[in-house]
Each structure stands twice: as structure tokens, then as C-alpha cells.
């Protein structure tokens, strides 16, 4: 039975975004890191990018020249999968495709030590699928980052359902002192964070489709009465509607296109135009220079119509992971502030707001839609 310890050898799959990170992370923890992607560039990428995040570091004295030297001394950008056959655990965060990654894990499940950790950063895709391509499925689990990984301190930890406790156990023991705050939870959709949040945004793109509020209108309800740092619109246009939309659509499908998680066709559009928000210039706002942002209408009563519809069909869809055991209420809490900085955790809000305002919304609005969207989850009704 593998006992990690810091003299454990990391190996990160896919010099990406979250890759790249999860190696800095994994090295400024004190391991040694070897750091696959089969793209030349990718690899040359990333460790030019890795040498300036540490520089900017020390320029601005969080760690020393010597930290920075051994950082970067312990990540080997290696071009061979082979030269991973030395690592204890494994990170793959590669494209977010199942086939490639169920080939990978099959080509990791031969050359890797019979006790090497092997885990995915899938966002979406079901843990136990991607551990299916490996003989002893046991070892296998999913660590899922947020980005940038070095700043973000949630992490959920998704054992499949072969996956060993003491696995999940060790997992847990090594992310928590690499100073991240983890959650366990069920291999289901979207796990908590991606499955919990999604009404932020469903929710919003119908209230606007309906024409009851504008796009800065909506932005402005979240911001200025439900505290949140970003609006919806804002937010997905930040995150790229081009990842957004596939996460809801992934979402959906695998919940047996529940109503709950539909995708919006406004946000359909906005990807079919490329409008992928502010990489490509345009999303929800135009971010060319010198076009002024429009105005949102500041009336309190509306913006409390808004900020209550969206922040009851959260709380709902945080009951509904409860009452389904993806995790507990403490972890789900968690998960919310630390991986997508919500003002509060959900349970703790629904308790603020009172569970009965909650439910009344729910019928309220199930009654006026009559759509199974808006059904109020079980636990919640008899918690009021
Ligand atoms: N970007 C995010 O916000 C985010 C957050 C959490 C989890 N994730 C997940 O992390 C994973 C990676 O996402 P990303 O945003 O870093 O992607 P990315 O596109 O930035 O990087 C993926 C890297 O994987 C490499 N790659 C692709 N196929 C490969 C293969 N067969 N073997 C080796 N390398 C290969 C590519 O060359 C690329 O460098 C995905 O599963 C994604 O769902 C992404």
C-alpha cells in the first residue's frame, strides 16, 4: 500500500493550463515533478511560463531566489511517457476527451509501478469510465484542481467506485499538505462545484431570455445584493462560453437531460458566433476598446426578484447533492467559497434565508412555469 510522503515522485500529464500549474504546485511542495505532453510547444510553453510566474514571485519577495531555483530544478519537462515510470502519483490533465484519456490511462497502467496513484483532473467526465481502461481499477481516482491551481485552494477528491478508501485516504493526506483545502465527493456529473453552480448561470440566461431583466441588470442583483465578486454574464464571459456551454451540456446529458441543468440557447448562439466572451472580444459584453458598458437599471425591487430566483434554485441544487450523498453539507459549503469564492456556502445562506422563503419561491415558481426545472428537491421540503 503506497504511503505518500514528500520524497514521493508526482507525475503531471498535459503541460496545459491546469497541468503546468499542478506541477508548480506539486514542486513548490517540495517534490520532484515530471512533466509529460506529447506537443514539443507545449512543453517549451510552459516552462518559459513557469520561469516567469517564479520570477514575479521573488520580484515581489513571496519566495526566495533559492526557492525559485529548486522549483524549477524539480520539474523535468519530459517529452517520453516512459520517464514516468519512477512517479508515485500521477496527475493526467490532458484534453477533455474520454477515449484519449481512457488510451492514456491504459498506456500509464504499463508503464507505471503496480502501486503508483494514478489520478484524472476531469472536470466533467465520470471517474469510474476513465478508470475502466486500467487492469486494477482501484488505484485509480479523481483530483480535480481549479484554475490557476496555484491560486485556488479547493480541490475535490473523487474516488470511483472501485476505487480503494485508503487511496482516497492518502489522497486527501497529500493535497491537504500541498495547503489546499479538499472535499471528498461522489464520482457524479460535475461533482460539486460544476453540478452546484449551475443554476448561477441557468438561471440568469433565462430570467434574461424572458426579457424580465438586462444583462447588466442581472450582473448588477448578484453583485450588489447577493455580494457575489462577479455577475453571471460577467463571470461567463470571463470563464469562455466555448467551456461554459460544454460543461452544461455535459451536465445535462449525463443527468438524463434533467430539466434542471438545460443549456440556454442565448449562450448556444453567443458559441456558434465564436463569442466566446473576453479572449475572443465579445460574449455577453463587448469588450472591444472604447465601447462603454450599458448601464444597469439599479431598481431594488427587481434586483431582489432576480437575486431571490437565482439564489433559491441554488440553494435547491446544493439539497439536491446533499440529499443524493455527493457530499456532505460542510464539504458542499466548502466547496462553493473556496473553489468559486460564493460570499457564503448554500446550506449556510438557506439557513440565513430561511428555507420556508426558499420553498415558497420554488412553488412559486413550478406553479407559474408548471416545469420540473423548478421542483423543490425532497430534503429541502422537509427541512422547512
Ligand atoms: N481550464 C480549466 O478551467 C479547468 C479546470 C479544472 C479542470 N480542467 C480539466 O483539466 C484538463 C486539462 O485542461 P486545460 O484547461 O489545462 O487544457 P489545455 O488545453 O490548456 O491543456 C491540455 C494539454 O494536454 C496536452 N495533450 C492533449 N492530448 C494529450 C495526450 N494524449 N498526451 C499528452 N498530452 C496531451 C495538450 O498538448 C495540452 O498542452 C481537462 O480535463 C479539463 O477538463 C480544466
Redesign the pocket.
Given at each position: 500500500m503506497i504511503k505518500f510522503t514528500k520524497d514521493s515522485i508526482i507525475g503531471v500529464?498535459?503541460?496545459?493550463?491546469?497541468?503546468s500549474g499542478i506541477a508548480q504546485v506539486a514542486s513548490q511542495n517540495g517534490h520532484v515533478v515530471f512533466l509529460?505532453?506529447?506537443?514539443a510547444e507545449?512543453l517549451t510553453k510552459s516552462a518559459a511560463n513557469l520561469k516567469s510566474t517564479l520570477s514575479k514571485l521573488v520580484e515581489k519577495q513571496k519566495i526566495s531566489q533559492g526557492d525559485s531555483d529548486s522549483i524549477l530544478k524539480n520539474v523535468h519537462f519530459v517529452s517520453d511517457l516512459n520517464d514516468l515510470k519512477v512517479c508515485d502519483l500521477v496527475i493526467e490533465?490532458?484534453?477533455?476527451n474520454l477515449e484519449?484519456k481512457q488510451k492514456?490511462f491504459a498506456e500509464l497502467d504499463q508503464i507505471t509501478k503496480p502501486d503508483c496513484v494514478l489520478a484524472t483532473?476531469?472536470?466533467?467526465l465520470s471517474v469510474t469510465s476513465i478508470a475502466s481502461s486500467v487492469k486494477d481499477a482501484g488505484r485509480v481516482i479523481g483530483i480535480?484542481?481549479?484554475?490557476p491551481a496555484p491560486l485556488m485552494p479547493l480541490v475535490e477528491i473523487i474516488p470511483g467506485i472501485a476505487t480503494n478508501t485508503e487511496i482516497t485516504e492518502q489522497c486527501v493526506s497529500i493535497i491537504s499538505g500541498w495547503k489546499k483545502v479538499t472535499v471528498v465527493c461522489k464520482d457524479t456529473p460535475g461533482f460539486i462545484v460544476n453540478r452546484v453552480a449551475r443554476p448561477y448561470y441557468g438561471e440568469a440566461m433565462r430570467i434574461y431570455e424572458e426579457g424580465i431583466a438586462d444583462i447588466p441588470t442581472i450582473d448588477w442583483a448578484m453583485k450588489e445584493i447577493g455580494g457575489f465578486k462577479m455577475g453571471p454574464f460577467e463571470l461567463t464571459d470571463l470563464i469562455g462560453h466555448d467551456?461554459n456551454y460544454v460543461v452544461t451540456e455535459t451536465v445535462w446529458k449525463q443527468f438524463y437531460f434533467d430539466p434542471k441543468f438545460k443549456p440556454s440557447l442565448c449562450q448556444k448562439r453567443l458559441v456558434e458566433a465564436k463569442y466566446f466572451g473576453r479572449k475572443s472580444g465579445k460574449g455577453f459584453y463587448n469588450y472591444v476598446e472604447g465601447v462603454t458598458v450599458p448601464e444597469p437599471k439599479k431598481d431594488m425591487k427587481l434586483g431582489n426578484q432576480i437575486f431571490v430566483r437565482i439564489i433559491s434554485m441554488l440553494i435547491n441544487e446544493a439539497y439536491d447533492a446533499l440529499y443524493m450523498n455527493v457530499a456532505s453539507a460542510k464539504d458542499i459549503d466548502l466547496a462553493m467559497t473556496k473553489g468559486v469564492n460564493y460570499p457564503k456556502g448554500l446550506i449556510e445562506w438557506g439557513n440565513e434565508i430561511g428555507l420556508k422563503n426558499v420553498l415558497n419561491e420554488l412553488d412559486r415558481l413550478r406553479n407559474e412555469y408548471n416545469e420540473d426545472r423548478y421542483r423543490a428537491n425532497v430534503l429541502l421540503k422537509r427541512s422547512v
Open positions: 500529464i498535459g503541460s496545459g493550463a491546469m497541468g509529460y505532453d506529447n506537443k507545449a490533465a490532458i484534453v477533455e484519449i492514456v483532473n476531469t472536470s466533467s480535480h484542481f481549479f484554475n467551456v
